[in-house]
Structure formats: C-alpha cells, structure tokens
C-alpha cells in the first residue's frame, strides 16, 4: 500500500541494505518511479485544501495547496513520496506548473478573500527560467498575485542559497508572499533567518507536538517570541488537539492548521464547511470550550 509506505522515515540513515525491506522499498520505489513518468499528470494530479486559521478569531486566512496523485496502476501515492521522485527524475518543475495552475483555477471555489499557500521545490526557483515559469502561470491566470503564499523548506532554501534567495525576490516583487515552511527540521543554524526576503515562518509539527512535555513547551514558546521579535507572521502546522491550540493563544502563535479544524479537502467542501466567517468561529469557539 503505497498510502502507507513513509518515504521520510525509511530513508533516515538507518543501515537496512540488503535487508527484504530494502529490497521492497527499491522495488516500489521503481515502479512508483516508473507511473510518474508514464502518468497522464493532468488527469491523474489533484489538489486539496486545508484551512490555514487566525489563533484567535478562528477565521480563515488562507487555504494551503496540497498535491494529491492517483496513479491508476498503484493507486494514492503521497505527497511525499512521488515530490521527491519527481525531483530526483527531473519532472518536479513540470508538476509544479501544472499544480500551480489548478490552484489558481480553484482559488474561485474557495471561500473569499483568502489568501492561497503553495508549495515550491528547491528546483521551481533554481533558474531564472523556473521563476519566468511560475510568474506566466501567475499571470495568465489573472489571480492577483497578493492573494498568494509561495511555501519553501528551510532545506529547499539551504540547498542553493543565492538562487532562492533570488527566486523568492522575484515572488514578493510581484506582489505574492514567502513562508519558510517545517521550520525548525533544516538541521540549520538560525542565522540565516534575518537575511531571507520571507514574512511567514510555519513551524513544524514536530514542535506543536513535542509541546505536551514542559521543555517542549518552552521550546515551542522560544520558536514564537523568535517570529515575533523578527515581525515574522507564524502559523503552527500539525495541531490536533484543543490543549495544543490553547497553548498556541497563550504563547501568541497568529495562526494554525491542522486535524483539529481541517483535513485536506477539495475547494468547494472547504467552501461549503468553512465558506462564512460565522462558520469558523463558531467551530474554534466549540473545540476550545469543550475542553
Ligand atoms: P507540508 O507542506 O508541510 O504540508 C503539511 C502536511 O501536514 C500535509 O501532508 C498535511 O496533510 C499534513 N497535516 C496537516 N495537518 C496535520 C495534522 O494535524 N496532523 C498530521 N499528522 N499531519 C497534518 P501531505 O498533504 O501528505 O503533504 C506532505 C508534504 O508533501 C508537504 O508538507 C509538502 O512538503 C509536500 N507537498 C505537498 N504538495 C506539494 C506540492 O504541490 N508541491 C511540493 N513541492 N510539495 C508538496
Ligand atoms: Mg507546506
Ligand atoms: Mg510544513
Ligand atoms: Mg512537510
């Protein structure tokens, strides 16, 4: 089941050549390989939408883009998994584009005036090309590019300062904005965080999560006052739970996504559920007083 195979945590380090797993990884990883190159990805690529929400109005601010691939061959493949072969294949810029402009298209579906979060590769702004690429999407779409979030890792970012330091340059000067997403997972100083052209920093879910010890706590807290201090906006990703959520208010965190309000879900049930701005605040309202 590809579903369930977790390309991050197979390929951390552990020494497991030559084992039977191993061998199973290569081989699905081959034929994962293989439906992407053969795959007709318009019709078989999708985006969803997860609500990305104020702290403390419970509004909806913005919607993220999340990849969905459904190979007829294998079945639901994750995000995480067919991204990085798309990258290692070469294909990735080619998936970004055709992502990017389903995103748009949905972007009248999904409730209004929020903002839309899209995810970049290290590769989308590795050349000036890449970028020209992204800004004709963006404009033969006729979406003003204020209402956009470009998404990078710290370690998509890391992988060649100077070109995404640019890239992303390029993006807020036409009007969209930069978050640096998984924050705190890049094994990278901090030093750099000053000199990114960035106004948003997501903090990974491994923070929120680790917040139910007291060190933890601290160190999610330290994370916020960092944002807050350099004017970054933060968004926690992977809450879950309501004492999750309270902390975040007590700390100062602007705003959160995760399971506890919304999976993924296509742009008109995100419409549908979360449309009115009474509809979400009546839902965070709900979760923190049931507590
Ligand atoms: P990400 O950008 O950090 O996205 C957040 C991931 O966390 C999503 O996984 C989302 O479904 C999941 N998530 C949200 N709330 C919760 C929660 O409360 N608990 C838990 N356990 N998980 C939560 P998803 O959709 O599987 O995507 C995984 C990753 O794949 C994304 O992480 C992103 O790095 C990448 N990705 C997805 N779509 C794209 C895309 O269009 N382009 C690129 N380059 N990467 C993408
Ligand atoms: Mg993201
Ligand atoms: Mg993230
Ligand atoms: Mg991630």
């Known amino acids: 089941d590809y579903a369930l ?31 992407l190159q053969a795959a007709d990805l318009d019709a078989e690529m999708d985006v969803h939408f997860q609500p990305i929400v104020h702290v403390e109005r419970g509004t909806v601010l913005a919607a ?67 970028v020209t690429g992204l800004a004709a999407v963006i404009q033969r779409s006729g979406v003003e590019p204020s209402r956009l979030v470009f998404e990078l890792t710290e370690t998509a970012v890391l992988r060649d300062f100077p070109a995404a330091e640019h890239g992303m340059r390029r993006l807020r000067a036409l009007g969209a904005r930069i978050a640096l997403d998984d924050f705190g997972t890049g094994q990278s100083g901090l030093s750099y965080l000053h000199r990114l052209p960035i106004d948003k920093v997501k903090i ?66 995100l419409t549908a559920r979360f449309g009115s701005a009474e509809h979400a605040r009546e839902l965070v309202h709900q979760e923190l007083l049931r507590a």
């Open 64 to 130: 993220e883009a999340l990849a969905r691939w459904t190979s007829p061959q294998i079945g639901q493949v994750r995000p995480d998994v067919f991204i990085a072969l798309a990258e290692r294949a070469g294909i990735i810029h080619r998936i970004t584009l055709m992502l990017l402009e389903k995103a748009l298209a949905s972007l009248e579906r999904l409730p209004s005036g929020i903002l839309l979060s899209f995810n970049l590769s290290a590769h989308d702004l590795a050349s000036e090309e890449a």
């Open 5 to 35: 195979y977790n390309a991050k945590s197979e390929h951390r380090g552990v020494s497991v050549l030559y084992s039977a797993k191993h061998e199973r990884r290569i081989r699905s990883e081959r034929a994962v390989e293989a439906a």
């Open 204 to 269: 990974d879910r491994s923070f929120v999560s680790g917040a139910s010890e007291p060190s933890g706590r601290e160190l999610l807290s330290a994370v916020v006052a960092l944002c807050r201090s350099l004017r970054l906006e933060c968004i926690a990703e992977g809450v879950e739970d309501q004492q999750q959520l309270r902390h975040l208010r007590e700390i100062g965190c602007d705003a959160f996504q995760g399971y506890l309000f919304a999976k993924p879900m296509p742009a008109e049930e």
